[in-house]
């Protein structure tokens, strides 16, 4: 079963790998933390919504489409509390 799980976009690359994506740090308000890489990368500070699958893997959609998903470690939560209580940069 899937849920979705807003993310906060914790840091975006300013550079790209040999496919052109930029690579991504996804970060929930419970501190699930992933890398993704995409294209055309939402801002830094911007919430997206993901689906999650039961085994806690992040999955594309057609509303937010991503490649090379990675697990990271749980976010630290003053990390987490600096992310979600900050405004988004412009």
Request: charged share 15%.
């Amino acid at each position: 079963m899937q849920k979705t799980v807003e993310f906060k976009v914790a840091a975006v690359s300013s550079n790209t790998n040999s496919f052109g994506l930029y690579q991504m740090v996804l970060v929930s308000r419970s501190g699930m933390a992933f890398t993704a890489c995409k294209s055309d990368p939402p801002q830094q500070g911007a919430t997206i919504s993901i689906p999650v699958a039961a085994d806690g893997v992040i999955t594309s959609s057609v509303a937010f489409h991503f490649e090379i998903p990675h697990k990271l470690e749980k976010a630290p939560q003053d990390v987490v509390d600096e992310l979600w209580t900050t405004e988004p940069t412009t």
